[in-house]
């Protein structure tokens, strides 16, 4: 069955590090992958979104890798700020063997706290 | 306007009443998601519309029931729910490709806490 996982439940670093989180996933073959921040009690933020024939994109202090050779994906945040400590959700699209509809799957989320 | 909005933003309710789940945007996106978020956990799909009609049910049980009654609005029923139901319940949305698929980020709304009691 489709799994995906983030290298950890929680990381905390100091400010001013980068920041590195990961997603593994297994029995897929994604279209594209997305990166989401969410904070406690709201909703889910996009990030970033890469595609399966990108290597490698980025957007201020964020950067994302996609291996779909090693079937991970790679999230950094550099010159890490306390207000970066969040909840760093990766989901991938899986299409559904019954037709052509697509859908987002969650990984279970990395904890972030940057610490000052 | 890229906001979706949700209401109410917290609901408490018996587990014989009858309550609604309202959620709005006006970003012209023609697909619209339910998902249950149950606490340190990720979002769970439970439905998707595209172009106002249902077209993915992730076995979601019959108390909660979906409505799109327009482009803009998605709303969720529910009816006869138990205390396991008690979670976030979170709308979103994205736009379609000309062959409606979404490949595109979703836009999520703050939620609704919802705790059956």
């Known amino acids: 069955s489709q799994k995906i996982e983030q290298n950890s439940e929680a990381l905390n670093i100091q400010e001013g590090k980068t920041a590195t989180l990961t997603c593994n996933y297994t029995?897929?073959?994604?279209?594209?992958l997305q990166w989401y921040r969410q904070d406690p009690g709201r909703g889910p933020v996009f990030l970033l979104l890469?595609?399966?024939?990108?290597k490698e994109k980025r957007k201020e202090r964020l950067k994302v890798t996609f291996d779909t050779t090693l079937k991970q994906s790679l999230f950094h945040i550099t010159a890490s700020q306390p207000a970066d400590s969040a909840t760093y959700l990766c989901?991938?699209?899986?299409?559904?063997?019954?037709?052509?509809?697509?859908?987002?799957?969650f990984g279970s989320g990395t904890q972030l706290t940057v610490l000052p | 306007d890229t906001e979706v909005t949700q209401t109410p933003k917290h609901l408490v309710m018996g587990m014989t009443n009858k309550k609604s789940l309202k959620c709005e945007q006006h970003m012209g996106h023609r697909a619209m998601y339910w998902y249950k978020q149950k606490a340190k956990k990720p979002p769970e799909l439970m439905f998707v519309?595209?172009?106002?009609?249902?077209?993915i049910n992730e076995s979601v049980p019959s108390r909660f029931s979906p409505e799109c009654p327009n482009s803009s609005l998605l709303n969720l029923h529910l009816h006869a729910l138990q205390p396991e139901d008690s979670a976030l319940y979170l709308c979103?949305?994205?736009?379609?490709?000309?062959?409606?698929?979404?490949?595109?980020?979703?836009?999520f709304g703050p939620g609704t806490r919802l705790t059956v009691l």
């Open positions: 979103a949305s994205s736009q379609l490709t000309s062959g409606g698929v979404s490949y595109n980020e979703q836009f």
């Open positions: 029995n897929y073959s994604p279209a594209y």
């Open positions: 989901a991938l699209d899986m299409k559904r063997s019954s037709g052509s509809a697509r859908q987002l799957t």
């Open positions: 519309y595209s172009y106002e009609k249902l077209s």
């Open positions: 890469i595609r399966e024939n990108e």
